[in-house]
């Protein structure tokens, strides 16, 4: 199995042309999650939810990590609801995807995107008294298994999704403190 996964850090690349920012400068120096580490991980997580989607060669998907405003902005666009949030996740598959014909099984299967606001996640880390390197882990995550269906409409489902993401957390050598 391959991941081929787009990175498009804006929040970086916007605070590169912002000048020098403080708080930007403590996301990279002490929290930079590589391309390279981003690709590790969502290959290991769809190892371990692969009886949870289609089967395909490749699976592709994209990662944009941006600030509060564009968040807010894309939330308020898709759901209508105007402030920023944590992670969207723009799912491409539908939730009863039927099996891919012998023809479409040869191709890159696309998975969808997943949008992190590191304001929000650095933010939420400091209050969890975790790393943003964890916290960005955790919504990356999470927006994973919604773009392969997974939801949380009520306590149970959410517990489930809740516990299947502290186990690919722990596939990528994390470990989420509940303190």
Not at 51 to 76: C, G, K, M, V
Not at 127 to 150: F, N, R
Not at 166 to 179: C, E, K, N, P, R
């Amino acid at each position: 199995m391959q991941v081929e996964l787009s990175v498009q850090d804006y929040f970086y690349e916007s605070s590169q042309s912002e000048g020098s920012n403080l708080e930007l400068s403590r996301y990279y120096n002490d929290s930079a999650i590589a391309a390279q580490t981003w690709e590790t991980w969502f290959h290991r997580w769809l190892e371990l939810l692969h009886s949870n989607i289609p089967p395909a060669p490749t699976y592709e998907l994209s990662l944009r990590l941006t600030d509060d405003t564009e968040i807010q902005a894309l939330n308020a666009q898709y759901r209508h609801q105007n402030w920023p949030t944590d992670v969207l996740a723009f799912a491409a598959l539908e939730a009863d995807f039927p099996q891919p014909t012998q023809r479409w099984s040869s191709l890159p299967l696309y998975l969808g995107d997943i949008v992190i606001s590191v304001d929000t996640a650095d933010r939420q880390a400091q209050q969890q008294g975790h790393s943003l390197k964890t916290e960005l882990a955790w919504l990356a995550s999470h927006g994973l298994l919604h773009l392969l269906g997974w939801d949380h409409p009520d306590e149970d489902s959410l517990t489930r999704m809740l516990d299947e993401q502290a186990i690919l957390l722990q596939t990528v050598g994390l470990v989420l403190d509940t303190a």
